[in-house]
C-alpha cells in the first residue's frame, strides 16, 4: 500500500550514484595527474596517521583538499566542477545519476544527496535532473570569496550525515525516509530509514 506521508529520498554520492570517490577523480581532473601526485606526498603525514587510526580522517582530507583549492576563489571552484561533471555524466562511472532521472518521484518527494563531498564538484552532476535536488555536502570556508583551504562544517561522514540531514529537513521523522548507501560512512544516516538500500 502507497504511503500518505511526504517522502524523502537521501542519496550517498559516492559509490552509490558515482561508482567511484569522486575525491580523487576530480582532484587528478581538475589539478593534473602530477600536482596530485605531489599533493598526496605533501599531506603523506596527515594520510598516514588517518590510515593508522591516529587522525581523524575529516581532517586529513581538510588537509588533502585545502592544499588544492586554498587561494582559489569559489566560482573558480564551481567552474571547474562543471566541467568535471560534464566529463563523468557520459561514463558508465555515472550511470547512477543518469538511471535518477527515470524515476518516477511524486510531486510532493524531496531529493537530496547527502555526501561527504564538496558541493561544486558535486552540485553539477545533478543541474540537468527533471526534478529539484538539495545537496548536503561538506562546505568550504572563504574569506570574500577566497577558499581558505579549510572546511565550513564537518566532514559530512558518518553521524555527521544524520545530523546534516535534520538541519536540512527538520520534518524527516514526519516523513518516509527512503535511504541509500554503500559504506560504513551511510550506516547512521541508513539506520534512521524507513526503508535502507544497500548497494554493493
Request: charged content about 25%; aromatic content about 10%.
Amino acid at each position: 500500500m502507497e504511503t500518505s506521508r511526504r517522502r524523502i529520498f537521501a542519496y550517498d554520492f559516492d559509490g552509490t550514484l558515482l561508482a567511484a570517490d569522486s575525491l580523487p577523480l576530480f582532484l587528478k581532473y581538475a589539478f593534473g595527474r602530477w600536482r596530485y601526485c605531489l599533493g598526496l606526498l605533501a599531506c603523506s603525514p596527515w594520510l598516514a596517521g588517518m590510515k593508522l587510526h591516529l587522525l581523524d580522517s575529516g581532517k586529513a582530507k581538510e588537509r588533502l583538499v585545502g592544499y588544492f583549492v586554498k587561494g582559489l576563489t569559489r566560482d573558480e571552484l564551481a567552474m571547474l566542477g562543471r566541467a568535471f561533471a560534464q566529463s563523468l555524466l557520459p561514463q558508465g562511472v555515472a550511470r547512477g545519476i543518469r538511471e535518477l532521472a527515470t524515476v518516477s518521484f511524486r510531486d510532493d518527494d524531496r531529493l537530496l544527496i547527502v555526501t561527504a563531498s564538496i558541493r561544486e564538484w558535486v552540485e553539477p552532476f545533478f543541474a540537468d535532473l527533471p526534478f529539484p535536488v538539495q545537496i548536503v555536502a561538506t562546505e568550504l570556508e572563504d574569506d570574500n570569496g577566497v577558499l581558505t583551504g579549510r572546511f565550513a562544517t564537518p566532514n559530512c561522514k558518518g553521524a555527521e550525515k544524520w545530523r546534516r540531514l535534520l538541519e536540512a529537513a527538520p520534518d524527516v521523522e514526519q516523513c518516509e525516509l527512503i535511504a541509500f548507501g554503500d559504506s560504513e560512512g551511510d550506516r547512521d544516516l541508513l539506520s534512521h530509514a524507513d526503508r535502507a538500500v544497500w548497494l554493493s
